[in-house]
T-cell receptor, first 112, second 115 residues
Framework: QQQVKQSPQSLIVQKGGISIINCAYENTAFDYFPWYQQFPGKGPALLIAIRPDVSEKKEGRFTISFNKSAKQFSLHIMDSQPGDSATYFCAANRNGNEKLTFGTGTRLTIIP | ETGVTQSPTHLIKTRGQQVTLRCSSQSGHNTVSWYQQALGQGPQFIFQYYREEENGRGNFPPRFSGLQFPNYSSELNVNALELDDSALYLC??????????????FGPGTRLTVL
C-alpha cells in the first residue's frame, strides 16, 4: 500500500514540446505529492508539490495535475528545453510523517 | 543549493568493513532523513531523526544505524558492508513537525562503492 508507480521509464521530447510524466498511488492517507528533479551526480531537487485540496498547481512552465478519485497525479513541463533533460521522481507522504515514498523515476531527454 | 551538505563525496570500501557518512542540515531544520538510492532507482527511506530521536525506520537491517546531534547534524553508520550496499546515500532535512512543512531538501549525496 506504500507504492507509488511512475511512468514512463524514459521519455524523449522535442524542444518546445510538452513533457508529461504520470504517477499513481495506493495509500489514501498520502496527502503531500512533490516532484523532484535529479541531474547525474546530484541530489534530488524539489521542483513543485501539491496537496489534494486542489486539482492543479502551476509554477512557471511546470504544472501538477491531481486526480484524487483516481489516485493519480502528473507533471506537465510546457515548452520543454534541453536544460530540462534530467531524471524526474514523483513522491508522496502523509502529514506528520515525513517519510517520502518515491516512484521509480523517468529519464527525460529533450532533443533540439 | 539547499544548504544541506554531506561528506565524503565518494567512498570506496571492501566487503565486511564499516562506514560512517555525515550530513549537515539546513539551518533551522530539526528533522533529518536518510535515503539509499541504487543506480537507476528511486530513493528508498532508511530512517528519520527528529530532535535526536529516531522517528521512523524503513525496511533496512539493524546494521544500518544513525545518530542526530544537538546541532541537528547527523551520521549514518553501516556495519558489515555488503556488495549490495553500493549506492548513493542521500540526506534530507526539513523543518519538521513544528515547522508545519513536509518539504524535504536533499544534499548532494555520498557515493559508496563496496568491493
Amino acid at each position: 500500500q506504500q507504492q507509488v508507480k511512475q511512468s514512463p521509464q524514459s521519455l524523449i521530447v522535442q524542444k518546445g514540446g510538452i513533457s508529461i510524466i504520470n504517477c499513481a498511488y495506493e495509500n489514501t492517507a498520502f496527502d503531500y505529492f512533490p516532484w523532484y528533479q535529479q541531474f547525474p551526480g546530484k541530489g534530488p531537487a524539489l521542483l513543485i508539490a501539491i496537496r489534494p485540496d486542489v486539482s492543479e498547481k502551476k509554477e512557471g512552465r511546470f504544472t501538477i495535475s491531481f486526480n484524487k478519485s483516481a489516485k493519480q497525479f502528473s507533471l506537465h513541463i510546457m515548452d520543454s528545453q534541453p536544460g530540462d533533460s534530467a531524471t524526474y521522481f514523483c513522491a508522496a507522504n502523509r502529514n506528520g510523517n515525513e517519510k517520502l515514498t518515491f516512484g521509480t523515476g523517468t529519464r527525460l531527454t529533450i532533443i533540439p | 543549493e539547499t544548504g544541506v551538505t554531506q561528506s565524503p563525496t565518494h567512498l570506496i570500501k571492501t566487503r565486511g568493513q564499516q562506514v560512517t557518512l555525515r550530513c549537515s542540515s539546513q539551518s533551522g531544520h530539526n528533522t533529518v532523513s536518510w535515503y539509499q538510492q541504487a543506480l537507476g532507482q528511486g530513493p528508498q527511506f532508511i530512517f528519520q531523526y527528529y530532535r535526536e530521536e529516531e522517528n521512523g525506520r524503513g525496511n533496512f537491517p539493524p546494521r544500518f544505524s544513525g545518530l542526530q546531534f544537538p546541532n541537528y547534524s547527523s551520521e549514518l553508520n553501516v556495519n558489515a558492508l555488503e556488495l549490495d550496499d553500493s549506492a548513493l546515500y542521500l540526506c534530507a532535512s526539513s523543518p519538521g513537525l513544528a515547522g508545519g512543512s513536509d518539504t524535504q531538501y536533499f544534499g548532494p549525496g555520498t557515493r559508496l562503492t563496496v568491493l
